[in-house]
T-cell receptor, first 113, second 112 residues
């Protein structure tokens, strides 16, 4: 069983469209994260939720809106997609916030044309 | 401001050699220093982690060396194998800052 799963794996879309990425973890963890990995492989945190509460909100355009319906799920909705949004988006989870092992999903490769 | 600086950007090592990747941090509140390994097309996975109460941690062929006074830590891969070829990220977190700050990554290639 996959610990952290993401859908879709690939997403190709036109500029201006709205899209969502879904994430689920079956590890019973309290904390979930969204990361963006750019073409140079740089990993940057975007958001973090702990027990469905937003605890980290980095400087991210407000076109990006996370939503955590429950502890096991963290979704990412992106409005008005731009070319610069093309990247790999990783979901991750950890037992709790702070210095804990983070378990990453397989990533969603987003290409905006 | 990049809080975790990682070098080198890329590294080529022969099979059986030692791979060394270095990281330096600025925030003295950091108290958790993990290394993640990422294979192409996959998500990063924790390789080994250290806290500042010890200066070295070893797990199999992988060793973290930690120098608190210099604010530096490094990953040593002994007897490097072609299967170790991947991108390695150092990271740090701590204090009131719960987020994990990653270095820019090192692409390791181990030639057979």
């Amino acid at each position: 069983d996959t610990a952290v799963s993401q859908t879709p794996k690939y997403l190709v879309t036109q500029m201006g469209n709205d899209k969502s990425i879904k994430c689920e973890q079956n590890l019973g963890h309290d904390t979930m994260y969204w990361y963006k990995q750019d073409s140079k492989k740089f990993l940057k945190i975007m958001f973090s939720y702990n027990n469905k509460e937003l605890i980290i909100n980095e400087t991210v355009p407000n076109r990006f809106s996370p939503k955590s319906p429950d502890k096991a799920h963290l979704n990412l909705h992106i409005n008005s997609l731009e070319l610069g949004d093309s990247a790999v988006y990783f979901c991750a989870s950890s037992q709790r916030q702070g210095g804990e092992t983070q378990y990453f999903g397989p990533g969603t490769r987003l290409l905006v044309l | 401001q990049q809080q975790v600086k990682q070098s080198p950007q890329s590294l080529i090592v022969q099979k059986g050699g030692i791979s060394i990747i270095n990281c330096a941090y600025e925030n003295t509140a950091f108290d958790y220093f993990p290394w993640y390994q990422q294979f192409p097309g996959k998500g990063p996975a924790l390789l080994i982690a250290i806290r500042p109460d010890v200066s070295e941690k070893k797990e199999g062929r992988f060793t973290i060396s930690f120098n608190k006074s210099a604010k530096q830590f490094s990953l040593h891969i002994m007897d490097s194998q072609p299967g170790d070829s991947a991108t390695y990220f150092c990271a740090a977190s701590g204090g009131s800052n719960y987020k994990l700050t990653f270095g820019k990554g090192t692409l390791l290639t181990v030639n057979p």
